[in-house]
């Protein structure tokens, strides 16, 4: 398999992990504040990323990289869970999942800016169609009781492009797994006090939903997930790997549905369905 096709293999395992975050911190926010639940996962993938890291006698990286390990930290680590976790507050997760299709194209255009592609007019071309249907979708569907959530998530996607533009871009030099653990550790003498600061008083009362929640979002989206979306943008392209996203609110609706009994009307399956579609046409011309 050639690096390209590996690129795109790695890409679609990250964004199936990816997939279950938005589902899943809607159930933990039942029972957890978002600020606790943003820096708990953090708190716990970067103590997970040290262990790692050791373990493996990885080489540290240079003074040089450490601004863009920041903004990989501002846009994965802090931005986009904290902001998603407030929107979800207002917002169901079936809802902000169909955001997730605007989070391409943001990640196409940090791939310009920060990594340097060229993508032909082709791509642009799909790239803006998917991200139109599912911008005409959510306006189409908006509320006045809705605009704060949908703000957030609209912020959420531009943080988290960046971050995955300027990660993919790091680890064509670091490797995928470690440019994620070392964002996580920059953020953990912040993010470790503060969920130790925003731990619930009364432990006994989080349900066991919240926790396997709490776990997955920690283990799997901040984590895991990481090692082959990195991976996946360093090896077929920031641009063109990055249209997996597009695929993301088809499996997040499609768990929306299965475990939080959502409803998900055939209106948002339909934008599911041209936003794949988007996806291969924008693969052919990246």
Not at 26 to 40: E, I, K, M, Q, S
Not at 177 to 186: K, R
Not at 197 to 205: H, K, N, S, V
């Amino acid at each position: 398999m050639d690096d390209k096709s590996a690129g795109w293999l790695n890409g679609f395992l990250g964004v199936a992990i990816f997939s279950g975050s938005l589902p899943a911190t809607r159930v933990a926010v039942h029972d957890l504040t978002p600020l606790f639940l943003t820096t708990a996962r953090a708190a716990i993938a970067g103590l997970l990323g040290i262990a790692l890291l050791v373990i493996l006698r990885q080489r540290w990286p240079r003074a040089s990289q450490l601004g863009s390990l920041g903004l990989v930290a501002i846009g994965c680590v802090v931005g986009f869970p904290l902001l998603t976790a407030l929107a979800l507050q207002s917002i169901t997760s079936s809802r902000a999942t169909v955001f997730i299709g605007l989070l391409p194209l943001a990640t196409a255009i940090f791939g310009v800016l920060r990594g340097g592609e060229r993508p032909r007019l082709g791509f642009w071309v799909f790239s803006i169609a998917g991200a139109a249907m599912v911008a005409a979708y959510a306006l189409s569907q908006g509320t006045a009781g809705n605009a704060w959530g949908d703000g957030l998530m609209v912020a959420s996607i531009l943080v988290c492009g960046l971050g995955y533009a300027e990660g993919a871009r790091l680890s064509r030099d670091l490797g995928g797994w470690q440019v994620i653990s070392y964002a996580l550790i920059l953020s953990l003498p912040v993010m470790l006090p503060l969920a130790i600061w925003w731990l619930p008083a009364d432990l006994g009362a989080i349900g066991w939903p919240a926790l396997s929640a709490l776990v997955y979002v920690s283990l799997f989206s901040m984590l895991i997930g990481f090692v082959f979306w990195y991976r996946g943008l360093a090896q077929g392209g920031i641009a063109a790997v990055g249209q997996l996203q597009l695929l993301q609110p088809f499996m997040s609706l499609a768990l929306a549905a299965l475990l939080l009994h959502e409803q998900v009307g055939l209106t948002v399956w339909a934008v599911a369905a041209g936003v794949v579609i988007c996806v291969a046409g924008a693969k052919r011309y990246a």
